[in-house]
């Protein structure tokens, strides 16, 4: 069922231009005393408390990093401190009117945000809800410190506050009764109870994670908004760009059904304290001059964006209040400049020199701190003593919980010499649930009417018959048990969404997706744009929020456009949480055939060095849907590569060939394709094939019986088989189609080397393919390992074959020389 969107030529040449409405810069002029009827006394004493809680906070973390002491009580702290000191009264206000249900994802600098977020969340939640959530989390073990320790907190919620600022100062302390246990840090600390997401070390990286979380809102109808909180450094980032404009994409306005029509619930929120670290975007590195014009090149409405000043609360509160009416009418996505100022250095070891002392005095002499307090004196709010009296009150319950953060008694550290396992264990959740949420699936017919579920049952399950192959037309090919896996999950899952490029009417670069647009409605199953950092970084805010997400990047080599969101997001967050979120996020990419170096690239050992990351490389359809089922059932990132050189293949293993109802193969599992007794071949992804083609050379030529193991799975790789088979035939040869230097070949060499050394006649012998760029596909035999490269290597290295001329060089001395000059 194709979109209808009809370009005509007549309206689309015709003479116009593009009208740009005023973008308002700082047009809130409401005086404190006009303001001061909107709220009670008690809002305007806790908006100021907030402030001076973050400001104290900061102010014991420079100490501590500049002293090593905080109110003269010592501690050597070595983390990070990159604070905002300054910039209190932009994040108070920011989270003033937000609940638990709003999300904020955060920057590097976020210390403050954590705080104002939680406070703001703690005020809005009953009593009830605030101990259920203080004793669920972590089985209560922060709460029980936080009640022994402070006897004399009787009312919930400041117990809570005493719960959020223990947790915080603790993690960043490296403690295991930090919020993540120490996993976060500084950088990376929050706490989704209180809908604190992320905060992010990669400046502006939680701009397309924020991006997906408002995606999984809008697809699965939940409460609140989404702010990502980036720096104004950030607006150069990629990115952040791709966000933006996906988050603007006109199809949810015009193609998605009526009840999901409407933009994103986000908030692209720029803290724009005026630099980077020492670099100014204003006058230096940008061209904007005000941040918020840039709204103007994102869609029609402009993201409705405006500069607010984030130096007086009130302003951010009634900015707040108007962006989320607009979000509310589902007109996002909405762009806000805060106008901020950081009173300290990019970090304590900042000298500082690239402003001038007479620009920072200026600023200091409006702090919003005391510019607040001034008017609460002023209009007669609060008198000065009862303020001194919360500020005396901050600064001892901030002392009081600091000592019991660096107790090492009280609040110990992980202990990996007496539980060396505590870390690897939240590597992975390695849970399996068959959906995110228990409702029924949105689908558009029921799955057995789908015209392509009715076309593959007409198929022929197995791709040899009576000893011949099986027409393509014919068989099941990989695509088609791929698709099998996908569609019925999609009937399964209810939080289940797929995007790429090209992945609706396209049906995906390589049909994978055909016919699932019958059974599913848009906001399912779209395109994206062509922004990869966009693709795999809003899967992983929308799987950290509850859903599950398929994402497809078209080749492999296009990993490197998404390399931060791969490499640093999608592949750290379960572990950084302590185990608090999941990840069920499986991205398909596919290992590219006859298009040369930018396009035919095997990556799987680059996102096997990655920590976090499940990899997967299927080379048969059985394996193909057996894998993806067990990667969508998961809840851990699997990164999924699919030969395209592969998609039309047949079953020619599995004799029964490949089932039409649900299995699943375990990933991590190899599998021996073919039983031999004299030498083993374990191959990664397509050079399966070759070596079939090699173990028949070897058994008509040479009477030689080769056994062969399909890895099937990079991380994690389960050994056991392969040594079995090593202690059988006492050689093994490791193929892959990946550039031989620094290919996971060599780790499964070193590997087997190890843990069978007793039981080899020769060392492992690894055949990967040319360290080369990529070259036209009329050269690709002499670049992918072919079968008589596997001869060759098994003649030169492991055993003399008799009468045996080889090919392609395997020696010694021709490793020397290739290796001397990088090839």
């Given amino acids: 069922m194709p979109k209808n969107l009809l370009l005509d030529p007549v309206e689309q040449r015709s003479n116009l231009e593009i009208k740009f409405n005023p973008i308002p810069i700082n047009q809130y ?51 990070p401190a990159h604070l905002s000191i300054g910039q209190e009264a932009a994040t108070v206000g920011q989270s003033y009117l937000l609940d638990e249900n709003d999300f904020i994802f955060g920057s590097h600098r976020s210390h403050g945000e954590i705080i104002a977020k939680g406070l703001s969340a703690i005020e809005k939640l009953s009593d009830t809800q605030l101990m259920n959530i203080m004793e ?13 320790h402070c006897k004399d907190v009787k009312d919930t919620k400041e117990l809570a506050i005493h719960f959020l600022i223990y947790g915080t100062i603790a993690e960043l302390f490296g403690k295991e009764t930090g919020l993540t246990k120490g996993l976060g840090n500084s950088m990376h600390a929050f706490f989704s109870p209180f809908g604190i997401y992320p905060n992010n070390a990669i400046v502006g990286g939680s701009a397309p994670i924020a991006m997906g979380s408002a995606l999984y809102k809008k697809v699965n109808k939940k409460k609140g908004i989404v702010i990502a909180n980036i720096g ?29 029509r409407g933009g994103l619930p986000i908030i692209f929120n720029f803290f724009n304290n005026f630099y980077a ?12 001059q005000f941040l918020a014009r840039v709204g103007a090149a994102v869609n029609p409405e402009q993201m409705h964006a405006e500069r607010v000043d984030g130096y007086n609360p009130l302003a951010v509160i009634d900015a707040i209040k108007r962006k989320k009416e607009i979000l509310a009418q589902g007109n996002g996505p909405v762009l806000l400049d805060t106008l901020t100022y950081r009173l300290t250095g990019h970090s304590p070891s900042d000298p500082q020199g690239y402003r001038s002392k007479e620009e920072f005095q200026r600023w200091a002499e409006v702090d919003p701190i005391v510019h607040f307090k001034q008017q609460l004196v002023l209009e007669q709010v609060e008198n000065e003593n009862n303020l001194l009296g919360i500020e005396l009150n901050i600064k001892d319950i901030m002392l009081k919980l600091y000592k019991l953060a660096i107790d090492e008694e009280i609040s110990p550290k992980m202990d990996l010499i007496q539980y060396p396992d505590d870390i690897s264990s939240l590597m992975f959740s390695n849970q399996s649930i068959e959906k995110m949420e228990e409702r029924e699936c949105e689908v558009l017919i029921p799955k057995e009417e789908n015209p392509r579920v009715k076309q593959i049952k007409k198929k022929i399950r197995v791709g040899i018959q009576d000893g011949k192959p099986v027409s393509k037309l014919k068989t099941l090919q990989l695509r088609d048990a791929l698709f099998e896996s996908l569609i019925d999950k999609f009937y399964t899952d209810p939080t289940l969404i797929a995007y790429g490029e090209e992945n609706r009417d396209w049906g995906g670069a390589y049909a994978v997706y055909n016919g699932l647009t019958e059974s599913l409605p848009y906001h399912r199953l779209f395109n994206s744009p062509i922004s990869e950092a966009a693709i ?16 497809e990047l078209m080749y492999a080599d296009f990993i490197g456009c998404a390399g931060d969101e791969i490499f640093n997001q999608l592949a750290k967050w379960q572990a950084m949480s302590a185990g608090t979120l999941k990840m069920p996020v499986v991205l398909r990419t596919s290992v590219g055939s006859k298009y040369g170096a930018q396009h035919s690239q095997e990556w799987t050992s680059l996102v096997a060095h990655i920590p976090g990351l ?47 109802e649900y299995y699943e193969i375990p990933i991590g599992v190899p599998d021996v394709k073919r039983e031999g007794k004299d030498i083993t071949i374990l191959t ?58 620094g290919s996971i070949i060599n780790d499964f060499a070193r590997n087997i080397t190890d843990m069978a050394f007793d039981d080899l006649d020769a060392p492992p012998v690894v055949i990967g393919a040319r360290n080369w760029i990529t070259p036209a596909y009329e050269y690709e035999n002499h670049f992918f390992p072919q079968a008589d490269w596997i001869i060759d290597a098994i003649h030169e290295k492991i055993m003399p074959l008799k009468d045996y001329v080889p090919v392609n060089n395997f020696t010694k001395n021709e490793q020397i ?3 001397k000059f990088g090839v």
Avoid: C
Wanted: hydrophobic letters at 40%.
């Fill in 29 to 79: 002029n409401k005086s404190f005393a006009e303001e001061k009827s909107a709220y009670s006394k008690e809002d305007l004493v806790r908006i100021y408390r907030d402030m001076f809680m973050i400001r104290e906070f900061e102010s014991m973390l420079l100490s501590l990093r500049t002293t090593n002491s905080y109110q003269e009580v010592s501690y050597k702290y070595s983390g």
């Fill in 684 to 741: 990664v992804g397509a050079s399966l094939y070759k070596a079939v083609d090699a173990a028949e050379i070897l058994e008509e030529k040479f009477g030689l019986s080769a056994e062969i193991i399909d890895a099937r799975s990079v991380v994690p790789f389960d050994y056991e088989k392969v040594l079995e088979s090593v202690k059988k035939t006492g050689k093994i040869v490791i193929v892959s189609d990946a550039v031989e230097r």
């Fill in 817 to 819: 020389r290739r290796s």
């Fill in 136 to 148: 669920d989390f972590f089985d209560g073990k922060i709460l029980r410190i936080v009640q022994k």
């Fill in 536 to 551: 795999v970084g809003s899967a992983v805010g929308y799987a950290l929020s509850g859903g599950r997400v398929v994402v």
């Fill in 232 to 260: 104004d450094g950030s607006m150069a980032r990629g990115p952040v760009w791709e966000s933006m404009n996906m988050a603007a994409m006109d199809q949810f306005k015009l193609l998605w059904d009526e009840e999901y």
């Fill in 277 to 288: 670290m020492g670099g100014q975007p204003v006058g230096e590195t940008a061209g904007y």
């Fill in 614 to 660: 499940k990899v997967v490389y299927p080379a048969t359809p059985y394996d193909a849907k057996g894998l993806l089922n067990a990667a969508l059932n998961g809840t851990d990132p699997v990164i999924f590569f699919e030969s395209q050189s592969l998609y039309d293949i047949g079953e020619m293993f599995h004799l029964e060939g490949v089932p039409e």
